[in-house]
């Protein structure tokens, strides 16, 4: 299913350090996980990824670093712990958010 | 659209040119999986290449996004402020250290000619019989792994009093993971590296010496690599 790209760019920033949060990944395997995780309705623009990327680093939300990973130098990123402290707020944040929508569509019956 | 044309396009849009290198390299590398994958699903190089592309959507708009990122005016300033630094700790370095340690910071292999990532690591170790201290572990394109160290003897200095076969790497499981190594001596002082395999999808060494050993989790340094390259 395609949506909407305005859904999609307010919660990439939420998502990219959500599944930073549970390993490190590389740039192609962040965004091939996030398209296997969201069942294909996060297949976005790959390139779009990495000025998220390069935004969260400068927010020092995440760090990154040059590896070696199956064989080739790859930029690595993990998340940092103010990137967990500001992922726990914005999961909260999330959450109150779209209950809200909710109940809103399903007020009397859609 | 090739390959080289998207990254063209993208490098085109940075306006701090001593960071188009680095944005260039993680884009090729993303490019460069890409490929590889669309090609495993049975498509030919040409056709891998074209489909890559596409699905990086439009470079003159990823360009621009990452130059907001990448501020011109922040980043020359970065670099004034590491050349003014360099400048006054420099000679202090050369008058604090002496003539003897210079000489032998010269006498060093130039293993950094290609580095693409230092990680400051700043261990040191009191033994027994020396101080040491681990400078940094460094990467270069060939994706080699160096560790740098320095050592003192504390016995008396007209023995060089450093035997390396004290100093090993291994990974968590304890396996060796050394490579070659170099180093030099003179006047008690003894300054070397080490080069070797960092473990497959492991952020964790270890380091032995003299009976003690601890643990390098590069993670934990990735923080301060960052703080070095953006305050």
Sequence with gaps: MAVDKGYMSGSSRLLVLKLLSEKSYYGYELIKTLKTRSNDV????????????????????????????????????????????????????????????????????? | MNRKEYLRIVRKQIHFIFDRDSIESELNQHLQDSVADLMEDGLSEEEAELQAVAQMGNPVEVGKLLNQEHHPLLGYLWIASMVILLLLVYPAFILITGFGYSIIN??????????????????????????????????????????????????????????????????????????????????????????????????????????????????????????????
Excluded at chain 1, 75 to 84: A, E, L, N, Q
Excluded at chain 1, 95 to 106: G, H, I, K, M, P
Excluded at chain 2, 213 to 221: A, H, R, V
């Design chain 1, 42 to 110: 996060f297949d976005m623009k790959e390139g779009t990824l990495y000025p998220i990327l390069h935004k969260l680093e400068n927010d020092e939300l995440i760090c990154s670093s040059n590896q070696q990973v199956s064989g080739r130098v790859r930029k690595v990123y993990s998340i940092t712990d103010k990137g967990i402290k500001v992922l726990s707020k914005e999961t909260e944040e999330w959450r109150e958010f779209s209950l809200a929508v909710n109940q809103v569509l399903t007020f009397g019956g859609a």
């Design chain 2, 106 to 231: 010269l006498a060093i292999p130039t293993v950094h000619d290609t580095v693409v990532e230092t990680y400051p690591i700043g261990i040191e170790m009191e033994l027994p019989t020396h101080s040491v201290k681990i400078d940094n572990i460094t990467l270069n394109e060939e994706g080699r792994y160096y560790l740098t160290y320095r050592s003192r003897t504390k016995l008396d200095y007209s023995r060089a009093g450093w035997s390396s076969s004290l100093f090993y790497l291994e990974d968590s499981a304890g396996e060796s993971i050394m490579g070659g190594e170099y180093s030099s001596q003179g006047f008690g002082v003894s300054n070397g590296g080490k080069e070797f395999m960092w473990p497959e999808d492991d952020l964790l060494i270890v380091v032995g010496m003299d009976g003690e050993k601890f643990e390098i989790n590069l993670k934990e340094y990735c923080d301060e690599t960052r703080k070095k390259t953006f305050d």
